[in-house]
């Protein structure tokens, strides 16, 4: 089974911290996505990346940075932390290629809560 | 740009019944849909992918029909059990991309 596995379940961090969400599969699949979630706004793209050392911007990249060094790891990074930035995040992982045919698997999800 | 949309936005039902929920999307222009099952505080767990010529998939006493044309597409839970109890959502693949576009999910619970 793929294993998706997200560095914190949860985290609080302040104002202007600059934070690092990480983010690990173990399936040496080569698409990762990071979403955040919130209520009554559903699952919204930040970033994504096709393989190692290329990313692409999503619906809501504003406040955002990633890196993908390794194939297996992928990054989010919040710059200035900000409270409209309490939010649930989740990073998925899908095998590329012809991976538009095969599901996305999903993290656990980290909780950050920005104080 | 797609939206997605899931009715009801919530369903509570006993345990023994079969349900219908649903999910329409604006452009029918779609590579494939996909449903998940989202646990409270957990993530999203891959339930079936229907390909866009496709007309249903089935998973034990899951049943997922689309409807591409109309743009709509069915999930369908025969014999509901409390195990059950979720939120489901609905996402498209949009041709030409690799990204899905989800709806905001439908939340069940399954009475004793």
């Known amino acids: 089974d793929v294993k998706v596995t997200q560095s914190s379940r949860y985290l609080v961090k302040r104002t202007g911290e600059k934070v690092f969400l990480e983010c690990v599969q173990d399936?040496?699949?080569?698409?990762m996505f990071w979403y955040r979630q919130d209520p009554g706004l559903g699952l919204r793209l930040i970033y994504f990346?096709?393989?190692?050392?290329?990313?692409e911007k999503g619906d809501i990249p504003e406040g955002y940075s990633v890196s993908r060094e390794k194939k297996e790891r992928f990054s989010l990074i919040l710059e200035s932390a900000s409270t409209n930035q309490t939010s649930m995040y989740l990073c998925a992982s899908r095998i590329g290629g012809r991976g538009r045919d095969q599901p996305q698997h999903f993290g656990d999800g980290t909780r950050l809560s920005i104080l | 740009k797609q939206e997605v949309t899931q009715i009801p936005a919530a369903l509570s039902v006993p345990e023994g019944e079969n349900l219908v929920l649903n999910c329409s999307f604006t452009?029918?222009?779609?590579?494939?849909l996909q449903w998940f099952r989202q646990d409270p505080g957990k993530g999203l767990t891959s339930l079936l992918l229907i390909q866009s010529s496709q007309r249903e998939q089935t998973s034990g006493r899951l049943n997922a029909s689309l409807d591409k044309s109309s743009g709509r597409s069915t999930l369908y839970i025969a014999a509901s059990q409390p195990g059950d109890s979720a939120t489901y959502l609905c996402?498209?693949?949009?041709?030409?991309?690799?990204?899905?576009?989800f709806g905001k999910g439908t939340m069940l619970l399954v009475s004793p």
């Open positions: 399936m040496d699949h080569e698409n």
């Open positions: 996402a498209v693949m949009n041709s030409g991309y690799s990204t899905l576009t």
């Open positions: 452009d029918s222009a779609i590579y494939n």
């Open positions: 990346s096709y393989d190692v050392k290329m990313k």
